[in-house]
C-alpha cells in the first residue's frame, strides 16, 4: 500500500489550500483514513479522519476550517483548508488504517509542507 500526498505550499494568512492524498489499493481496504500533522518541534498530531461508513471527526484547533472528504472511484482523500493561520504551519500526513487483509497495519504518505504566512 502506498500513500502519497500532495498540495502544499506558501499561502498567506486567511488562504486556502487543498491537500490529496493517492492511494494504491481500494478505500474498502481501509477503516479509517485522516490526515495528521506535525510542526517543527512539535508532536505529529491528528488534523482530521474519515471513518469506512463516512464518519468524520476534526481536531479542536480546525474549528470549521477545515474539510475531509475522499473519493472512492479515484482512491483520493481531500483536505480542503480554509482560513489558515500562522499555526497550521507544518508537514502533513495522510494515514490509512489497514481493513480486511490490511487489518492492523496503519500506512503513511510522505508529507507535504503547509507553510502559512503572517
Known amino acids: 500500500v502506498q500513500l502519497q500526498a500532495s498540495g502544499g505550499g506558501l499561502v498567506q494568512a486567511g488562504g486556502t489550500l487543498r491537500l490529496s492524498c493517492a492511494a494504491s489499493t481500494s478505500f474498502f481496504n481501509f477503516h479509517v483514513m485522516g490526515w495528521y500533522r506535525q510542526a517543527p518541534g512539535k508532536q505529529r498530531e491528528l488534523v482530521a479522519h474519515?471513518?469506512?461508513?463516512?464518519?468524520?471527526e476534526y481536531a479542536g484547533f480546525v474549528q470549521g476550517r477545515f474539510t475531509i472528504s475522499r473519493d472512492f472511484a479515484n482512491k483520493m482523500l481531500f483536505l480542503q483548508m480554509d482560513s489558515l493561520k500562522p499555526e497550521d504551519t507544518a508537514v502533513y500526513y495522510c494515514k490509512a488504517e489497514g481493513a480486511r487483509l490490511y487489518r492492523g497495519r496503519d500506512y503513511w504518505g510522505k508529507g507535504t509542507q503547509v507553510t502559512v504566512s503572517t
Open positions: 474519515i471513518t469506512s461508513s463516512g464518519i468524520t
